[in-house]
């Protein structure tokens, strides 16, 4: 497969989804979240259809495919008004992660439940005084016999409510050095000191955010996914299918609103023509259609190097991409929005909830500033200013 251009079997799966997409759609997404209620019906038809375990190994229920199909399938709901937020964590982040690392039990118990819809995980990466800076982590896992206690806190983290488990990054202190090192946790949503509380957002959507409080949570031997001394590649091979998959979410998101403005704009007519026959009116449409187009080149490119297993360049790729996508979508809703005027502030249109929902793309899972930090860094060789 080229990253550029789409085999057969990818257009097929990008055209069943948004059949899939355009039978649910935004009106159905915005009721969900007006009932405080979760996206499940679509959740398991996605699921039944094999859309939802199309990344993982088909010896555990998966399609055998990999990130580019998974960021298809999420695109492509997104461009039809109804992403679901928990397939970047569920399958992307956890289901890669136990896939590629996770022991023989571990995949077993998990893997075709996160394949079939039947079971979600949760991530908890980030935390309160650490931010972007992983290193700065301090929830910790101590051994005590042949148990772990993991003490700390996590904030921002979604869909804890739904989830059966969380894969909760913690640290551990090598033996050898003395010095903490990452490690990766499945910790039941039932676990002993496991405490959730919901964070107010103005952000309104399906899934919720949580912040966790963990105090000594004790987990068996097993719930430590993997090697104990590889936990930093561990940590990446979950953070860079998180961006790419960041990236298909904007990208859907941007879509679905330069679709909704480019409808409009053909018409709504207030002189002699439609407005969409107005330069100022169309120009930035069609600016906004290009830089979605050139974010999905470099996601493609990015999922098309973590699929082929090249680690280091596909971190690269999937950092360029989440940039790309997330500055492409905040323009494309903003410039969707203005097409409609007042009209684009009513509930009618559904497009003003998207001014917010769209700069998460900026900020999560990781700032765009940090990804210009990352790319100052290490693709460009410039010297660290922190």
């Known amino acids: 497969m080229s990253p550029v251009t789409e ?18 759609g935004r009106d159905y997404l915005t009721r969900v979240v007006a009932e405080e209620a979760h996206p499940d019906e679509l959740w398991s038809e996605a699921a039944k259809l094999g859309y939802l375990g199309v990344n993982l190994p088909e010896a555990y229920g998966g399609g055998g495919g990999g990130i580019a199909e998974l960021s298809i399938v999420l695109e492509e709901l997104g461009a039809a008004g109804c992403p679901l937020l928990m397939m970047v964590v569920s399958p992307a982040i956890c289901g890669t992660v136990i896939a590629r690392f996770g022991t023989e039990s571990q995949k077993r118990q998990w893997l075709p439940g996160l394949a079939d819809g039947t079971r979600t995980m949760a991530f908890g990466i980030t935390e309160p005084d650490a931010g972007s800076n992983s290193h700065r982590i301090t929830t910790t896992a101590r051994r005590d016999g042949d148990t772990w206690l993991l003490t700390g806190r996590k904030v921002f983290i979604s869909g804890v409510d739904i989830a059966d488990a969380t894969l909760i990054v913690g640290r ?18 039932d676990a002993d000191g496991f405490e959730r509380r919901r964070i107010d957002m103005e952000l309104h959507g ?25 936990g930093l590649l561990q940590l990446f091979a979950g953070l860079n299918p998180e961006r790419v998959m960041t ?9 679905y609103a330069l679709n909704r403005a480019v409808e409009y704009a053909r018409e709504r007519t207030v002189w002699k023509a439609p407005i969409g026959a107005h330069q100022a ?9 290009i830089e979605l187009e050139l974010a999905r080149l470099m996601m493609q490119k990015a999922a098309f190097l973590y699929d082929s297993g ?13 940039y790309a996508a997330g500055e492409a979508c905040v323009k494309a809703v903003d410039q969707a929005v203005h097409t409609l005027g007042g009209n684009g502030l009513t509930r009618e249109f559904g497009l003003a909830s998207l001014i917010t929902a769209s700069r998460v793309a ?13 790319v100052s860094h290490q693709t460009l060789g410039l010297p660290k200013s922190y």
């Open 310 to 322: 090249d680690d280091v360049a596909a971190g690269e790729a999937a950092n360029m991409a989440k």
């Open 247 to 255: 990236a298909a979410f904007a990208i859907g998101m941007g879509r």
């Open 206 to 230: 399906a899934e919720k955010q949580f912040e966790l409080t963990l105090d000594d949570v004790r987990l068996p031997a097993e719930a430590l996914v993997g090697d104990e001394d590889a």
């Open 281 to 289: 009116v169309a120009h930035p449409l069609a600016q906004a259609h």
């Open 362 to 374: 900026r900020i999560a899972p990781v700032s765009r500033e940090m990804i210009l930090n990352y």
């Open 172 to 189: 551990t202190e090598d033996a050898r050095t003395g010095s903490l090192k990452p490690c990766l946790f499945i910790v039941p949503r």
């Open 7 to 24: 085999t057969e079997e990818h257009k097929a799966l990008r055209s069943a989804v948004a059949a899939l997409g355009k039978r649910y």
